[in-house]
Nanobody
Framework: QVQLVESGGGLVQAGGSLRLSCAAS????????MGWFRQAPGKEREFVAG????????TIANSVKGRFTISRDNAKNTVFLQMNSLKPEDTAVYFC??????????????????WGQGTQVNVSS
C-alpha cells in the first residue's frame, strides 16, 4: 500500500531554516504530483506547496512565498520542503500528500488521496 513518511521537523528559532523530507513507497512516484500542507492547533489544514510529476512546475502559497521551496527527487521517491526565514506563525504539523491530479496547483485537501503522518515544526520567537 502507499506509505508516506515525513521527517526533518523540529524546533528552530525565528529566522532559521529547516528542510522537510517525505519518502514515498507503494506507488510509481514519478506518476504523481505531490503537495505539502500544514495544520496549526485549532486551525484547518492548509495548502503550502505543490509540485508536478516531473518537478518542472511548482505552486507556493502566498503566506510562504519567497521563503519556502518545494522540490523532488524521483530517483529517490522523495519530495522536499525547504523552509527559510521561519516565523512563529509557521508552527504547525506539516504533511505531505499524493495528488489525484497531475498539476502542481491543487490546493484543496480533497484533491489529495494519500497522506503522511506529519512532522511537527515549532518556531520560537
Amino acid at each position: 500500500q502507499v506509505q508516506l513518511v515525513e521527517s526533518g521537523g523540529g524546533l528552530v528559532q525565528a529566522g532559521g531554516s529547516l528542510r522537510l523530507s517525505c519518502a514515498a513507497s507503494g506507488l510509481t512516484f514519478s506518476s504523481y504530483a505531490m503537495g505539502w500542507f500544514r495544520q496549526a492547533p485549532g486551525k484547518e489544514r492548509e495548502f503550502v506547496a505543490g509540485i508536478s510529476r516531473s518537478g518542472s512546475s511548482t505552486t507556493i502559497a502566498n503566506s510562504v512565498k519567497g521563503r519556502f521551496t518545494i522540490s523532488r527527487d524521483n530517483a529517490k521517491n522523495t519530495v522536499f520542503l525547504q523552509m527559510n526565514s521561519l516565523k512563529p506563525e509557521d508552527t504547525a504539523v506539516y504533511f505531505c500528500a499524493v495528488s489525484r491530479y497531475s498539476g502542481s496547483n491543487r490546493v484543496s485537501v480533497y484533491d489529495y488521496n494519500y497522506w503522511g503522518q506529519g512532522t511537527q515544526v515549532n518556531v520560537s520567537s
